[in-house]
Nanobody, 126 residues
Framework: QVQLVESGGGLVQTGGSLRLSCTAS????????VGWYRQGPGNTRDLVAE???????NYADSVKGRFTISRDNTDNTVYLQMNKLKSEDTGVYYC????????????????????WGQGDQVTVSS
């Protein structure tokens, strides 16, 4: 019914920048909090940054001052601007959204608290 798609990842040198996008599509009614998570090789999926409906943001200590999360509600897109990238930022980046969507033409709706995208690889080389 809904889909989250990440894009913008790739290979970058240490100190470089990337901007990730997470775009939601489908019969959306609302998108609440959205988070970006990173999963390194063999590691757990850890929260990097999250943003609430009103734009309040929280960051992992490891990315404070380097990453910025933002959202464009008109395009149903959340961005993660990543600057001064380090090798330890390497991993697959996932977005997760708390969202509500229509399930029928008669007003039925469902809230999905943990909708995940497919992930996007970010590799930072020294």
């Amino acid at each position: 019914q809904v889909q989250l798609v990440e894009s913008g990842g790739g290979l970058v040198q240490t100190g470089g920048s990337l901007r990730l996008s997470c775009t939601a599509s489908g019969r959306l009614l609302s998108i609440n909090a959205v988070g970006w998570y990173r999963q390194g090789p063999g590691n757990t999926r850890d929260l990097v940054a999250e943003i609430t409906t009103d734009g309040s943001a929280n960051y992992a200590d490891s990315v404070k001052g380097r990453f910025t999360i933002s959202r464009d509600n008109t395009d149903n897109t959340v961005y993660l601007q990543m600057n001064k990238l380090k090798s330890e930022d390497t991993g697959v980046y996932y977005c997760k959204a708390d969202l509500t969507y229509e399930t029928s033409d008669w007003g039925d709706r469902m809230r999905e608290f943990n909708a995940w995208g497919q992930g996007d690889q970010v590799t930072v080389s020294s």
